[in-house]
């Protein structure tokens, strides 16, 4: 079977462990990037760090139904149209209707063989719009992300026009992790990019870069939105694309207000 001819990534959320075992081989295999979850309880945490181009999602989940997870995710902001397949062990045609009318874009009843999967997933891949996830640098040398634009051949960061001072430190680790959004960096690898091998490294120098960084791009320091901390490992980028984040700030605004 042909492979897309792009780099796709697809979130599987079944509670059958062996079920998803055999997905994320079958469709890695295939040349997807496949991640799983077992339930929802991490859904919002893994869309924030690893976007998927498509969801394929169980209808029988314990908690929280596939039905009320598709009904969420198409009312959510820059998931709402993400492709999702949804699953299921039951055969009624009325689950699979209302699967479709709450948003799903196709339906595939268990058991299955993965090769029908994978071929419904190239399918609904085909039909979907072509965008590039959010975070990315751009053809044009900048990486967005809320209301604030990152200039990596002027070494500018920009919000709304204006220009944020950074050093030259704070700049290379906003460049490193600007470059690989949602890749989790420890200390030591941010301190190798962004200084050089001929430098010591020092956990507490990128920590306190970081700190300030995040006195400069987020809202709330304390809970950063953008640059996250992967406890017991280091530090991750997670985007978010600028249209998203200046409605964000303008609504925070006029609650204030």
């Given at each position: 079977m042909n492979t897309p001819d792009r780099?796709?990534?697809?979130l599987v959320i079944d509670d059958d462990p062996r079920l998803r075992d055999?997905?994320?081989?079958?469709l890695t295999e295939?040349?997807?990037?496949?991640?799983?979850?077992?339930?929802?309880?991490?859904?919002?945490?893994?869309?924030?760090?690893f976007p998927p181009h498509l969801i394929v999602l169980d209808l029988m989940l314990p908690g929280e139904d596939g039905l009320s997870?598709?009904?969420?995710?198409?009312?959510?902001?820059?998931?709402?149209?993400?492709?999702?397949?949804?699953?299921?062990?039951?055969?009624?045609?009325?689950?699979?209707?209302?699967?479709?009318?709450?948003g799903a874009d196709d339906y595939l009843g268990k058991p299955f063989n993965?090769?029908?999967?994978?071929?419904?997933?190239?399918?609904?891949l085909r039909r979907a719009p072509?965008?590039?996830?959010?975070?990315?640098?751009?053809?044009?040398?900048?990486?967005?992300f809320g209301p604030y634009t990152l200039d990596l051949a002027a070494r500018t960061l920009c919000k709304d026009g204006e220009i944020i001072h950074l050093s030259t430190a704070e700049f290379s680790l906003l460049k490193i992790m600007g470059q690989n959004p949602r890749q989790p960096?420890?200390?030591?690898?941010?301190?190798?990019?962004?200084?050089?091998?001929?430098?010591?490294t020092f956990d507490r120098a990128i920590d306190m870069q970081i700190s300030r960084l995040r006195k400069l791009v987020e809202t709330d320091p304390i809970n950063p939105r953008?640059?996250?901390?992967?406890?017991?490992?280091?530090?991750?980028?997670?985007?978010?694309?600028?249209?998203?984040?200046?409605?964000?700030?303008?609504?925070?605004?006029?609650?204030?207000?």
């Open positions: 780099h796709y990534r697809i055999l997905l994320q081989r079958y295939n040349g997807l990037e496949t991640i799983t979850l077992p339930d929802s309880t991490q859904l919002e945490k893994t869309l924030q760090r997870i598709c009904r969420k995710l198409r009312g959510a902001h820059n998931v709402e149209s993400i492709p999702i397949i949804m699953l299921t062990a039951r055969r009624e045609e009325v689950d699979r209707i209302i699967g479709l009318e709450m993965p090769r029908e999967l994978l071929a419904r997933i190239h399918a609904v072509k965008h590039e996830l959010a975070g990315a640098p751009t053809e044009e040398g900048t990486i967005p960096f420890t200390r030591e690898r941010l301190s190798l990019l962004a200084r050089g091998k001929d430098h010591e953008y640059i996250q901390t992967v406890r017991g490992f280091g530090y991750i980028y997670v985007p978010e694309d600028s249209k998203a984040g200046k409605a964000a700030e303008e609504q925070k605004e006029s609650s204030v207000a």
